[in-house]
């Protein structure tokens, strides 16, 4: 069984960072990871992801805002975000993909304010 869990979450100034953490354990390696956000009454949306050999995706709504990173060997993801906006706050999510099943982490809240 794979758990991640996701830390980092809070309240920030718009124009503000947080960094983002999500440890994954488990006996099994981890294919790709990635961060979703959701904001209560909408859809859950992709906002970057990570192949466990480097290649990186990022959504249109990321504008190079944020940064993912992955340390392999700690099985740890990152998610750097600058110039928070409020339309950033929502919760956030970690997954990870092993073995062609998709594992998530129960989320950390992220609030920007004006």
């Known amino acids: 069984q794979v758990q991640l869990v996701e830390s980092g979450g809070g309240l920030v100034q718009a124009g503000g960072s947080l960094r983002l953490s999500c440890v994954a354990t488990?006996?099994?390696?981890?294919?790709?990871m990635a961060w979703y956000r959701q904001v209560p009454g909408k859809q859950r949306e992709l906002g970057a992801t990570?192949?466990?050999?480097?290649?990186?995706n990022y959504a249109k709504f990321v504008e190079g805002r944020f940064a993912i990173s992955r340390d392999v060997a700690k099985n740890t993801l990152y998610l750097q975000m600058n110039s928070l906006k409020p339309e950033d706050t929502a919760v956030y999510f970690c997954?990870?993909?092993?073995?062609?099943?998709?594992?998530w982490g129960q989320g950390t809240q992220v609030t920007v304010s004006t």
């Open positions: 990570s192949s466990p050999i480097g290649y990186k």
């Open positions: 488990g006996p099994f390696r981890l294919d790709t």
């Open positions: 997954t990870a993909a092993v073995r062609g099943d998709t594992y």
